[in-house]
């Protein structure tokens, strides 16, 4: 019933690839603080944004910028591909590019065994398959993927996310691609029309229940546990996704109505569909972006400032930084406390 108000919701809307482009952000930020990362989605945002030229590329921020890659990557290749083991050997190159852990085979399944938890294999919370039985495996995983008796899409995502977790196959990233491939799945098999849908947000609040019962599916294969509160999660997740983006439609609803109010020009209300689209810019940023004079861009932020909508962060005179807070903030709920909770260390 949630999952159905999403994707009706989504249908509707205006401007769908706005509330898309950051939903994907938001989702890279929660998936790689499982991972351990300190970063926020302001801080993705001010990277992307160009906003300390010059300055180092911070290593949570360069994990996160990497995840949205791999994101948009595999859901233009699924236009091409279905889910499947090359497409994930494709994605987890993208993902792991230049990134810690990028000297592990980025792109590779693994050669050597890996574990979660402890500080080797026999004392280690869970031993995947080594990689002589791995690769069996996989081709298990790979053929229930595209079994024309496989259950329902709903229920296929979450069989295939607890065993693709088991499988561990990589070296490194096997969490981020494993909540990557439950997107994947759900819009490649037409659950979703847009994929507005991630379960990060659901897996951080809830975290050691959901190792536990992944744990419980290997050790005592109680899959009922698992599936129930994998549901419960894509239920709580699909409520929220409705209620924020309801959120975001009054709030711009709103700030259009100020707009109309001060009689803005053609190139303020660009500028506004731009800080919608991505609520962190400069002057010269807007200018460039969207063929401005200076002058101009700079009359139309002076404006949103002055109604309230925007916001200077940097407190300087030059490189000043704008921020649409009040629709960020709306989108940064749940992503700011990051918890190291993954506890995989491969060999």
């Given amino acids: 019933m949630e999952l159905g108000r999403l994707d009706g919701i989504a249908r509707v809307i205006p401007n769908l690839s706005l509330f898309l482009y950051m939903y ?41 910028s990497n995840y949205v890659a791999a994101m948009e990557h595999g ?31 980025p792109g590779d399944f693994r050669r050597t065994q890996n574990w979660i938890g402890g500080s080797m294999p ?21 053929r229930f993927l595209h079994a024309d008796s496989a259950p329902p899409p709903l229920i296929k995502a979450g069989l295939a996310h607890a065993q693709f977790e088991t499988i561990h196959p990589f070296l490194d990233g096997n969490g981020r691609m494993g909540r990557l491939l439950i ?15 991630y379960l990060s947000l659901y897996l951080k609040k809830h975290r050691d229940t959901y190792y536990d019962l992944l744990q419980r599916v290997r050790t005592h294969g109680e899959w009922e546990e698992w599936m129930l509160f ?5 239920a709580d997740v699909a409520a929220q996704a409705t209620e924020t983006i309801q959120k975001l439609l009054a709030l711009l609803d709103t700030d259009k109505q100020k707009l109309e109010s001060r009689k803005a020009s053609p ?26 004079t200076h002058p101009t ?4 932020v002076r404006l949103f400032v002055d109604e309230g909508i925007l916001v200077e962060t940097t407190g ?19 992503t700011k406390d990051a918890v190291n909770v993954d506890g995989h260390r491969p060999a």
């Fill in 24 to 64: 994907v952000r938001k989702e890279a930020v929660l998936s790689s603080q499982i991972e351990g990362t300190q970063s926020s989605l302001s801080d993705l945002l001010a990277h992307e944004a160009g906003s300390s030229p010059g300055a180092p590329v911070d290593a949570d921020v360069n994990e996160v």
């Fill in 75 to 105: 859901l233009r290749r699924l236009k091409e591909l279905p889910v499947s083991l090359r497409l994930l050997r494709e994605i987890h190159g993208v993902l792991m590019k230049g990134a810690r852990g990028g000297e592990k085979s």
């Fill in 122 to 142: 026999g004392n280690a919370r869970f031993v995947p398959p080594p990689p002589h039985e791995m690769h069996a495996a996989l081709n298990d995983f790979e």
């Fill in 183 to 197: 997107t994947f799945l759900l819009v490649t098999d037409g659950v979703l029309g847009s994929p507005l849908l």
């Fill in 230 to 234: 994998y549901l419960s999660g894509v």
């Fill in 267 to 292: 190139a303020a209300r660009r500028v506004f569909e731009r800080f919608c689209r991505y609520p962190v810019s400069s002057i010269p940023g807007l200018a460039a972006e969207l063929e401005l």
């Fill in 297 to 300: 861009a700079a009359k139309a």
């Fill in 316 to 334: 300087r005179q030059r490189d000043r930084v704008f921020v649409y807070e009040r629709y960020l903030r709306v989108l940064e709920e749940g």
